[in-house]
């Protein structure tokens, strides 16, 4: 079923407050067709009636953009205002295990995952059943489809490592594609129970992950893991080599989950989407430029070839984003709305219900304040969402905006009397928007003093 003015405030990990025009949930993939035609239904429907409304009230209707996003468990996104985007909230569960699935491997099993199951859940499920590969990753709140997509990463492992392939729906064409990650496994040909498309997906383009991205972009409905009944714990990570070599995953799952504990707040206590920012990534030299600087910095090589970007001639090294920001003075700012946290500071966290705008505003601040002091720029590592039409109509029918209407009758009636006095007209409909754009760049103003002398404070 298709909704309409749909909040998505208790769908997010931030809890910001905002609205989808367009609001569906998906429970099985068989759902996808259907649930596809319904949505192409009702947004014939809507844009009749905004056509309608607009036209009887004298505005142009311009043909709206249409964009789709999935939503999984919104831990690593930041909705703000009326989302003109169609939102498909995605619970698609199940997991089944193929064992013997490659030749000559009866170590490794393959698992299809339904995309709305919470990787939390999946790890569970491994654990119990012997199953393994991405204990590193426990703690990592969201969905698998999500994971996969955003190649979530942790303490040394991403999920990657572990990927196979996926199943993806194109809203474009509306066809389902299976796309498998380069692999040198040999699938069992004589296995019956595998899905065929397993089998054929040699000829579709390949999955290729780099940090924290993906080339995917539909909607994966399941994803393909394989997993090794061997353990092999990986300890190399900071924080993680002094564990015993022989810990076993279930401890070492456990063990993380302690570590992540100290190190982040709880968001459903402290509401925020993880790592606000990637870990920026430069060039080696730029790298000992800045580190002549600021002797303290500290940069990794990246020894992952799925890291590299377009640039592989040079050695990449990856900075610690949290550690720039630390060092700008800003770890643990906050004000009665937002701030940024006490235990790690790539994580803002919405302490009092500030709205998404506030906390994008509050994130310009801190990626300004990080460029001016090293000359870096930070990219957000959290999905922006803000996708909207804008139209006339919408704050004519908002009764929070009823005041529009009158402002516009307001300046008919001083237009008019300006024009049969010879005077000069002054819409009060320009002079509200002037102040309202003052209003918000004086709340940036005395945001960016306010973090600034906390950060002068914190430097001293
Ligand atoms: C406290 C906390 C700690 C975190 N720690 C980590 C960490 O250690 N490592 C890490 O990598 N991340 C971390 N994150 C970020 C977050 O957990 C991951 O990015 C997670 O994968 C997001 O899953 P989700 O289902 O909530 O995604 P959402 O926020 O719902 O969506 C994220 C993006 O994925 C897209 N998407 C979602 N589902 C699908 C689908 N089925 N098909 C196509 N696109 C889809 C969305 O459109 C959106 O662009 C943390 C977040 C929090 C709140």
């Known amino acids: 079923m298709v909704h309409t003015k749909t909040s998505l405030k208790d769908k997010c990990t931030f809890k910001t407050g905002a609205t989808a025009r367009f609001y569906a949930e998906i429970n099985c993939v068989e759902e996808i067709d259907t649930l596809m035609e319904e949505i192409d239904c009702q947004i014939s429907e809507t844009i009749d009636e905004i ?9 142009d209707f311009p043909k709206p953009k249409l964009k789709y996003y999935f939503l999984g ?3 690593n996104t930041l909705f703000h205002g009326n989302i003109d985007e169609v939102v498909i909230k995605n619970q698609i569960k199940g997991i089944k295990v193929f064992e013997n699935a490659f030749e000559n491997k009866p170590e490794l099993v393959l698992l299809r995952v339904g995309s709305g199951e919470l990787f939390e859940d999946l790890l569970s499920f491994c654990l119990e059943n012997g199953y393994y590969g991405l204990e590193n990753l426990s703690g990592v709140p ?3 489809g999500a994971a996969a997509v955003g190649n979530i990463g942790a303490y040394g492992v991403e999920q990657a490592d572990c990927f196979f392939g996926a199943s993806e729906y194109n809203v474009k064409d509306r066809k389902t594609i299976y796309r498998k990650k380069k692999n040198k496994l040999s699938i069992s040909k004589n296995h019956i129970e595998l899905p065929e498309e397993i089998l054929t997906a040699n000829l579709n383009p390949e999955v290729v992950f780099s940090y924290r991205h993906s080339n995917i972009d539909g909607f994966v409905l399941s994803v393909d893991y394989v997993f090794s009944k061997t353990p092999k714990p ?11 070599k022989d810990i076993s995953p279930k401890e070492l799952a456990e063990e993380i989950i302690r570590i992540r504990d100290k190190k982040i707040e ?5 509401p925020n989407a ?3 920012f990637q870990n920026p990534i430069v060039p080696e030299s730029t790298f000992t430029i800045l580190k002549s600087k600021f002797p303290d910095l500290h940069g990794f090589k990246l020894d992952n070839q799925a890291d590299l970007s377009d640039n592989e001639q040079e050695t990449l090294m990856k900075l610690s984003a949290a550690q720039l920001i630390e060092m700008v003075g800003l770890k643990g700012y906050r004000n009665e709305k937002y701030g940024i946290s006490k235990l790690h500071s790539l994580i803002i966290i919405n302490y009092n219900d500030a709205t998404g705008e506030e906390l994008l505003m509050f994130s310009k601040v801190i990626k300004n304040m990080v460029n001016k002091y090293f000359s870096i720029t930070l990219h957000e590592e959290v999905r922006l969402h803000f996708e ?7 704050k004519y029918q908002d009764e929070s905006n009823k ?4 402002v516009d009758e307001i300046d008919e009636i001083n237009n008019i009397e300006a024009m049969l006095e010879g005077k000069e007209f002054v819409s009060l409909k320009e002079v509200l928007e002037k102040e309202e754009e003052y209003k918000v760049q004086t709340m940036k103003d005395e945001l960016e003093i306010s973090m600034y002398n906390y950060a002068q404070k914190k430097l001293l």
């Open 51 to 59: 056509q309608y409304g607009s036209k009887a009230l004298g505005f």
């Open 73 to 75: 468990e919104g831990s």
């Open 388 to 394: 909207t039409w804008n139209l006339e109509i919408d």
């Open 266 to 270: 709880n968001y459903k206590d402290f």
């Open 274 to 276: 993880g790592s606000f």
């Open 403 to 406: 005041y529009q209407q009158e």
């Open 142 to 144: 969201g969905t698998v």
């Open 234 to 244: 990986i300890l190399n990570y900071r924080g993680l080599d002094t564990l015993p």
